[in-house]
């Protein structure tokens, strides 16, 4: 069983790639982002802890997010998986590594989304204008990034220090061109 980590900074390109992939491959996806955005839409107690956070641009303790992950690939073991936004620090791939060997999943493969900041920047600027996230504003855009560098960005190295990572440029291109090379990658994996 494969497990596919899509890895990027805030605005790199996840969430839109993940649905081109997804057309053509049978993944079991989870967005962590996308679950915390539902659950503040449906005012849980979870939702109403993780509004403030999110509007700050930090992330949520990784106790609650690994939770989250557990139990979505217990549901869905047996698939392959396409996580998107996960992991997020050190602690939290350590945990999916756990559960992964738990279930005798195999290694996680991450795929990098590479984009420059100065471009991810005008990107989530250009997305707050159309899908009006509160949490895409130049302020919070920047703590984004602060908390990517400080605390994300050791995710990668985690991951090319075991194997198993790849970088693509995420930047250069339309999404459907960008998919096309992440489709060969992900063909190879
Ligand atoms: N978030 C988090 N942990 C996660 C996923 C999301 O703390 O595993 C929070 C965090 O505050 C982040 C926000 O939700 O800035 C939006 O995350 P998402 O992945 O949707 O946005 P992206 O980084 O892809 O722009
Ligand atoms: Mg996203």
Known sequence: M?????????GAGKGTQSAIIREKFDFAYIST??????????????????????NRGEL??????????QSFIEKNNGK???????????????????ILKELNRGEAKVVELAVDKDV?????LKRAEIEGRKDDNEQTIRERFNQYDKKTAAVADYYKQKGGYISIDGQNGTPEQI???LIEVLEKL
Not at 60 to 69: L, W, Y
Not at 120 to 124: I, T
Request: hydrophobic share 45%.
């Open 33 to 54: 982002g996308e679950i915390l955005r539902s659950e503040i839409k449906n005012g849980t107690q979870l939702g109403k802890q993780a509004e403030e956070i999110i």
């Open 2 to 10: 494969r497990n596919i980590i899509l890895f990027g900074a805030p």
């Open 179 to 181: 998919s096309v090379k």
């Open 60 to 69: 949520v303790s990784d106790s609650i997010i690994v939770g989250m992950i």
């Open 80 to 98: 392959d998986l396409l996580l998107d936004g996960f992991p997020r620090t050190v602690k939290q791939a350590e945990a999916l590594d756990g």
């Open 120 to 124: 991810l920047m005008q990107r989530l």
